[in-house]
Antibody, heavy 117, light 109 residues
């Protein structure tokens, strides 16, 4: 079955760039949208953005100026970059699959990223 | 700033029925908002339950159902089980942007 796994540094310094990768196993990245979602400790979920396997993207307007999502179909991976981070970006970051652009069916287990000096 | 509102908390007795709702600050929720519902238990990732208002995944228990009710998206649990105690989030589509509700903490007591 298809599984998603987030990876990347668990600690990022303020003003630097957060970089995470989601590896898709058990199935192809092609044919689907792929998305990033985050959850600050003890708080609710926030949609960050999505990418189609062809490379077209769409971002949360509140984060758009700082977010870049990319895809590498040869590695079956997609990635998130969030620039100029502050403590407010401390969160568990989840990657998920988006079927038909409307169904967030499969999620990774999430990875905690802490922004601190 | 679009706001999606859910009940902060609800309590239901085992075997009972409860309806969680999801309202939009822009007006009535319609099928075009493609409501999604997720269940999250402490320390776990969210799990998808419902998509496009009322469609279930293969793993979604039959006691969960989604609908539109009174201008809101709704998630109804019939015959609640103790394991249904969790946080529930809705998600709505606003033309290329998705917005989560704040979540409903469901207590089974």
């Amino acid at each position: 079955q298809v599984q998603l796994q987030e990876s990347g540094p668990g600690l990022v310094k303020p003003s630097e760039t957060l970089s995470l990768t989601c590896t898709v196993s058990g199935g192809s990245i092609s044919g689907y949208y792929w998305t990033w979602i985050r959850q600050p400790p003890g708080k609710g979920l926030e949609w960050i953005g999505y990418i189609y396997y062809t490379g077209s993207t769409n971002y949360n307007p509140s984060l758009k100026s700082r977010v870049t999502i990319s895809v590498d179909t040869s590695k079956n991976q997609f990635s998130l970059k969030l620039s100029s981070v502050t403590a407010a970006d401390t969160a568990v970051y989840y990657c998920a699959r988006l079927v038909g652009a409307t169904d967030f069916d499969l999620w990774g287990r999430g990875t905690l990223v802490t922004v601190s000096s | 700033q679009t706001v999606v509102t859910q009940e902060p908390s609800l309590t239901v007795s085992p075997g009972g029925t409860v309806t969680l709702t999801c309202a939009s600050s822009t007006g009535a929720v319609t099928y075009g908002y493609y409501p999604n519902w997720f269940q999250q238990k402490p320390g776990q990732a969210p799990r998808a339950l419902i998509y496009s208002t009322s469609n279930k995944h293969s793993w979604t228990p039959a006691r969960f159902s989604g609908s539109l009710l009174g201008g809101k998206a709704a998630l109804t649990l019939s015959g609640v089980q103790p394991e249904d105690e969790a946080e529930y989030y809705c998600l709505l589509y606003y033309g290329d942007a998705w917005v989560f509700g704040g979540g409903t903490k469901l207590t089974v007591l």
